[in-house]
């Protein structure tokens, strides 16, 4: 187990990622946000792009797992999905490498031997964002450092699947000796039960930095039309 590894064990990453059209998603927001994260207890954080990756790494100390979104026509992994990709996450000042590790084909022809291998190459961890156990195995013969739970949920095999997947957290958990639970995890108590579910480490995003999805949860319940009661003591 490497020292980078035993930092992230136990811990709270927080995923500081926004809309890609929303007002919070310049590098410099998400730099501030990521300050946050690093003053109130997370013990690393996931950031999209390299601008933002960049803007990160100027801005804290805390270790940071990158990862490149780009959607190519006709194929459906959208998460570093190239080894330019890998290789521009690496560059721009990530410690951990994110990739789509599903068996799904990839625009570039790369799989997730060749992935890991890229990301290796430059000094960094690979980690394997998973939807279903078989993403995991596969993942862990490349030489996968970290697996995730990031795609259940996200594919058409598992749509409709309930999430946090705790389930797949215990089975990747019996093959790869790091696992981190991602996806649909919205209060404190979900944390400690993806733990006891043999997760080394949970990612949390939307329920902490995504304002924008927040507010529209809210404002949906709110009727603007109903005037408001006067207040009376």
């Known amino acids: 187990m490497t020292p980078l590894l035993e930092r992230l064990r136990g811990g709270l990453i927080v995923s500081v990622q926004a809309n890609e059209d929303s007002i919070l998603n310049g590098p410099e927001t998400i730099a501030l946000l990521a300050r946050v994260g690093e003053a109130n207890g997370a013990v690393a954080v996931r950031i999209e792009g390299a601008q933002r990756i960049r803007a990160v790494r100027a801005a804290i100390a805390l270790p940071i797992v990158g990862l490149i979104k780009r959607r ?137 930095t995504n304002i924008d999805v927040l507010v529209t949860r809210f404002a949906a319940h709110a009727d603007p039309r109903t005037p408001s009661k006067p207040h009376t003591s």
Do not use: N
């Open 72 to 208: 190519y026509e006709g194929f459906a992994p959208y998460i570093t999905s190239t080894h330019e990709e890998a290789v521009a996450a690496a560059a721009a000042g990530a410690d951990v490498v994110a990739f789509d590790a599903t068996e799904r084909p990839r625009f570039s022809g790369a799989d997730p031997e060749s992935l890991v291998a890229a990301i290796h190459a430059r000094g960094c961890l690979a980690l394997a964002d998973c939807a279903v156990r078989a993403d995991g195995i596969r993942a862990t013969q490349a030489g996968a450092d970290l697996l995730a739970t990031t795609l259940a949920g996200y594919t058409p095999a598992t749509q409709g699947r309930t999430l946090p997947d705790l389930a797949l957290v215990a089975s990747l958990a019996e093959r790869h000796p790091f696992v981190i639970c991602e996806g649909g995890i919205t209060y404190p108590s979900q944390v400690r039960a993806a733990l006891r579910a043999g997760a080394a480490a949970v990612v949390v995003g939307t329920a902490i």
